[in-house]
């Protein structure tokens, strides 16, 4: 029997559950990874323990496990930024507390190949869902703690990161400087883009992580991003097989949100105990 009021349009949630994600109250651990490609969400379950499949509507496919004993869930965003806002806001409804958007990235400098690492210490760029949550000059940064646990969780399990800035882009193709060609016709590229993204800093260009950042950000969430470099805009690379980076993401993730929490508990912990 139906508990809540009817859906309206401000509010179309029904029983608590919100329009757009397949899931309900007490389907969301408090901690989420966010890759953008729903397929991915299958490709990493098997890494999950006591795995429950939420379903897939839309660009969100979604199942909660546990790794390693602790409880996580994965929901895909899709690609850019509105259906990244409609993903953080409906899992922050539903009690997720920390996100980490596992996705992939093309990298601006030479020194950052495929199959490498970047753990976002902040998010510039243009996104316009970003606009509506932070001012277009606020800094965009991810939890510093989360950030420095996505570090180190990398150098430990031997992988090849670093620590930078992304660009977001709302445009895969014009907005990343990448040529179209249609009917014989090329459209004209000046590779502006990227060098503006070159130039105030950025070390890759992504199309969500600013909108993570600052729809986390403001709705109080501990949100960071972990990027795999799938493409290499200044040597021009392509990863064509990108499971075992994926796989990086998850394992690297998971255990940052590991060993945060755990660090936190301890410190609660402790600081209990100085009381008692
Ligand atoms: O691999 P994901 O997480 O989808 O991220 C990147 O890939 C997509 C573009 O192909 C965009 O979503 C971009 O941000
Ligand atoms: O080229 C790329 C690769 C991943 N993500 C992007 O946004 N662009």
Redesign the pocket.
């Known amino acids: 029997m139906s508990t809540n009021a009817p859906p309206t349009a401000l509010k179309p949630h029904v029983d608590g559950r919100p329009p757009h994600l397949p899931c309900g109250p007490g389907d969301v651990a408090q901690d989420v990874l966010i ?3 729903p397929d ?1 969400v299958g490709l990493l379950t098997d890494m999950l323990e006591d795995v429950v499949d939420l379903g897939r509507r839309r660009e969100f496919a979604m199942v909660s496990g546990r790794y390693k004993g602790h409880p996580i869930t994965i929901c895909s ?4 930024g509105p259906s990244t806002e409609i993903a953080l806001v409906e899992l922050a409804m539903l009690g997720a507390k920390r996100v980490v ?5 093309a990298s601006l400098v030479a020194a950052m190949p495929v199959g490498s690492f970047l753990c976002v210490d902040e998010a510039i760029g243009s996104s316009g869902a970003a606009r509506f949550y932070c001012a277009p000059d606020a800094k965009t940064r991810a939890d510093p703690e989360l950030r420095t646990a996505l570090l180190e969780a990398a150098q430990a399990a031997g992988f090849t990161a670093r620590v930078g800035t992304v660009a977001t882009s709302d445009s ?1 193709y014009l907005g990343q400087d990448r040529p179209i060609e249609v009917n014989g016709v090329a459209m004209p590229l000046d590779g502006s883009v990227l060098e503006g993204f070159r130039k105030a800093g950025a070390h890759s260009v ?4 600013q909108v993570v950042l600052s729809v986390g950000k403001r709705l109080g969430l501990k949100a960071a991003c972990l990027l ?1 470099v ?1 493409a290499n805009r200044a040597t021009n690379e392509w990863l064509t097989d990108y499971e075992a980076t994926q796989r990086g993401l998850f394992t690297i993730a998971s255990q940052a949100l590991i060993a945060s929490f755990s660090e936190s508990s301890n410190e609660k912990e402790t600081e209990h105990v100085r009381q008692t």
């Open positions: 890759p953008g490609d991915r965003s899709g690609i850019g958007r596992i996705g992939g990235t895969y992504d199309m969500e992580s795999g799938h």
